[in-house]
């Protein structure tokens, strides 16, 4: 369930007619934060005056420097942990003394204990989930009240990934009435039955409602049941008749409704709904809540593959880590917006959230864009694959983990599956038939309605123990591309799901040549560094090079689009992320993996996912045109939409080629010479496309781009400016190492700055960074104030530039 803020307009009115008691309070401005340990702490009259004073979400350890010498080392980005403490001090009035009052964190990464006026309300120890304590019994309604938070994440290293540090995800606090519904307590199915099974497409629309009552007083109230289209129309409303909730009792009553000539949610066109539940006892409303869903049919067949509102659909994934790049672990909204917009446009219809529950804003915004996401619960169970990661947690807290999972995220028309575990080493005996039974039953307790996976890293099923188990819906395979084609042959009946493929590596701009070798980076071996790589730290571009249990992108992908009962894969990954940097150690710190790389800019290998996963025209020429001359270099083109390429040099033809039934991309052997080299897409004759490339001079300009020239004077929208080293012509430099200095006027901030490489070690916060392959990027975030921000790049010896961005309420 998500209780959303901002909710149509008509709603809203209808609401406020009947004055709703229940309020939800942005609870993350005004904490104070220490980085350190203080036991006293925890005290309400503990004296915080000198802590830091921020706002929530904040993740500390990306404020940091890289080094080497962390704990955590590679495993964790190269970023310090420790323990920090979180202090709040904040005012209910006395006429609030009839409400219950509840404070929500949507993650704490890691182990939490939280005290209220000094209260210990308990521990939380995973730093992925969503939770809540109640505050009624310690609350001084008309003074002032202090919430502590302790975080500890000294134990390192407790991650494969980066995880960030503190608490980085939102806060809110939620006031009541006695009679209300339960938190996460609303359930909302939606089946969609299209016009070949009826006379016009229908939605059947059922909400389960849970109920409490701690007035001390038996109470009979009414369920209104309201459900309006994206447009605010009123499509649906019913009421129950009087119930009774008997004083510190629950119930549950549940309403089943028809939408005739109903709109479908898909990814091409995410329509939503809207479900304003409202608990009544006459005219007063004593709760409400908003749910927003979407009517849609999922289902999986064996030899068909997956059908959405029962047309087939290609599972075209990407599998992603929760870090935002330069901002760390910290939530904000349009970062993750700008990743799936960019993901979108690559053609990406799924996410895998990899390997941990994920903000629930992700999964609003893959509501809204039209996203299917797989919500994956742990990476391990009771077998550890880190020294101090949740091995030792499982036993106490996984029931309720994956429950709270479950009860938050069950409600968005984006979740289509659920996976209980990544690579979990409980494949490899007997314990995994009985922990998987047992963690699908308890998924299938709170949501039947959706199928359940586990990402197998062992093919084999004869191995296989958690396949043995029968409970999967879904069996999910990470890698082994090499035994798809024979699946039916290993797994009669059972249906397939690539849930981890390709482990290819790339850095941008980078290209090693001849580029028709593939081959393994790392070898096989325990050490899984690279023997022989870059003395730079770099891995080519060209699509040539995989970790030894992976492939090549295109490798694998020719095979999932070759059959219906491949129902689709999950790439890893979709955007680099910081840690786990296979193949380099130190000083690399961030992933190679990534179609798109840590500053949000694509790799080549990008249009190739674009000219197979979309069908709009793409034509994508590589590598760039600066090079010694005589030297042979391959010439890449990715294309679709046309028959053929023509490929030119300085007006010259170098001839026409077509692709094959198994070709992803043309070559072209081409030795160099200064100019301009051009591609040209035909179709039946008729041209479709044109790219070209130059050769570059010497750095002589900087130029600058924002993907917004307006931003909400909110203090947490943003801004990516993408910055560009070109020659006096104007052509992009590619080799540029700029050293670059950002300054910034107006009502805005430098919150990050990036370059995309993965072996960068300067701070992601540093108003200073170096060009990478010529590019650079700056995030501006604003103050909360308006007006005009303005972002001055400049560089020695080459013309500066000034960018302006607006700050508007």
């Known amino acids: 369930m998500k209780i959303i803020s901002r909710i149509n307009s008509l709603i809203l009115l209808c609401l406020l007619a009947f004055q709703p008691l229940l309020a939800q309070t942005d609870f993350n401005s005004n904490w104070k934060f220490l980085l350190g340990d203080d036991s006293l702490a925890s005290q309400p009259k ?78 939380r120890p995973n730093g992925y989930i969503s939770f809540a304590y109640e505050l009624s019994p310690y609350i001084r309604f008309g003074e002032k009240n202090v919430i502590a938070v302790r975080v500890d994440n000294s134990r390192q290293p407790n991650s494969r990934w980066y995880s960030g540090s503190g608490i980085y995800r939102n806060v809110r606090l ?123 049919s999922c289902r999986f067949n064996s030899e068909k593959g997956f059908f959405l509102n029962e047309q087939p659909l290609k599972i075209k994934g990407v599998c992603m880590h929760h870090d935002l790049g330069a901002l760390g672990a910290a939530v904000n909204m349009r970062a993750m917006e700008r990743q799936l917009e960019i993901l979108k446009a690559m053609g990406c219809n799924a996410i895998r959230t990899a390997h941990n529950p994920p903000a629930p804003e992700l999964l609003d915004l893959c509501d809204k864009m039209g996203f299917l996401v ?44 659920w996976s209980i575990g ?72 059972e249906i397939f799901l690539g849930s981890e493929n390709m482990s290819a590596f790339a850095t941008r701009g980078h290209y090693g040549l001849p580029s028709d070798s593939a081959y393994f980076w790392p070898a096989k071996s325990p050490q899984k560094i690279v023997e022989n790589g870059n003395p730079d730290y770099t891995v080519s571009a060209y699509d040539q090079v995989s970790a030894y249990w992976g492939s090549t992108h295109e490798t694998t992908w020719k095979i999932i689009r070759k059959h219906d009962y491949l129902s689709g894969l999950f790439v890893w990954s979709g955007f680099d992320f910081l840690g786990e940097p296979i193949p380099y150690p130190w000083p690399a710190r961030s992933s190679y993996y990534g179609i798109i790389d840590l500053a949000g800019f694509p790799k080549d290998v990008y249009y190739m996912y674009q000219s197979e996963w979309t069908s709009k025209p793409v034509l994508h020429l590589f590598p760039h045109w600066n090079w010694q001359p005589g030297q042979l270099v391959d010439v890449w083109v990715y294309y679709n939409n046309a028959d053929e390429v023509e490929l030119f040099l300085n007006g010259t033809s170098l001839g026409v080629k077509h692709k094959g039934p198994d070709d992803l991309h043309l070559l072209w052997r081409v030795p160099f010479t200064a100019g301009t080299l051009k591609a040209v897409s035909r179709k039946n004759g008729q041209q479709v496309l044109v790219k070209e490339i130059s050769t570059a001079g010497a750095p002589a300009a900087i130029t600058l781009q924002a993907d917004h020239q307006t931003i909400k004077a909110d203090g947490r929208d943003l801004s990516y400016v993408t910055l560009r080293i070109t020659d006096d012509k104007g052509h992009p430099v590619p080799d540029a190492a700029n050293q670059i200095q950002f300054s910034i006027e107006g009502p805005g901030i430098i919150a ?52 302006s961005i607006r700050a508007e309420k």
């Open 46 to 123: 503990y004296n915080d005056t000198k802590w830091r004073q921020l706002t929530l979400p904040h993740d500390w350890s990306i404020e940091h420097n890289f080094s080497a010498t962390v704990p955590a080392t590679t495993q964790g980005g190269a970023l310090p942990a420790g323990i920090g403490w979180y202090r709040k001090t904040f005012l209910l009035p006395a006429s609030n003394a009839d409400k219950e009052v509840r404070i929500e964190f949507d993650g704490i990464y890691r182990d939490s204990e939280v005290w209220i006026n000094g209260h210990y309300l308990g521990r």
């Open 174 to 296: 939620v006031l009541s009435n006695k009679a209300a519904f339960d938190r996460n307590g609303i359930f909302v199915t939606a089946d969609y039955k299209n016009a070949a099974t009826t006379t016009m497409p229908t939605g059947v629309i059922q909400v389960r409602a849970g109920l409490h009552n701690h007035t001390g007083a038996a109470v009979t109230c009414q369920l209104q049941t309201k459900i309006y289209d994206a447009a605010g129309k009123l499509v649906a409303d019913t009421i129950s008749r009087n119930i009774t909730l008997p004083d510190k009792g629950q119930a549950t009553q549940a309403t089943m409704m028809l939408i005739p000539n109903v709109k479908a949610w898909s990814v091409d066109d995410p329509h939503c709904y809207q479900v304003v539940s409202l608990l009544m006892k006459g005219l007063q409303i004593l709760d409400s809540v908003v749910t927003v869903t979407g009517i849609r």
């Open 374 to 417: 797989m919500v994956e619960a742990f990476d391990m169970w009771k077998k550890k694959k880190n020294k101090f990661d949740y091995y030792s947690d499982f036993d106490a807290w996984h029931k309720e983990d994956l429950e709270d999972m479950v009860l938050r995220d069950r409600n968005h028309p984006s979740v289509f599956m």
């Open 422 to 493: 990544n690579e979990i080493r409980e494949q490899f005996d007997s314990t995994g038939i009985t922990l998987a039974k047992e963690l699908v039953a308890i998924v299938k307790a709170k949501d039947s309605t959706r199928p359940v996976t586990c990402a197998l890293s062992e093919w084999n099923p004869a191995k296989n123990f958690i396949y043995q188990s029968h409970a999967l819906d879904v069996i999910g395979l990470n890698y082994h591309h090499e035994v798809y084609e024979d699946f039916r042959k290993y797994y009669p009946g």
């Open 752 to 803: 990050g700055t990036d370059n995309g490489y993965q072996a960068d070690t300067i701070s992601l916060k540093s108003p200073s960074r170096q060009c990478w392959k010529g590019m650079a990027l700056a995030i501006i975030q604003g103050t909360g104030k308006t007006g005009t921000i303005r972002l001055k790049a400049s560089s020695t010896g080459i013309r500066p530039a000034i960018i």
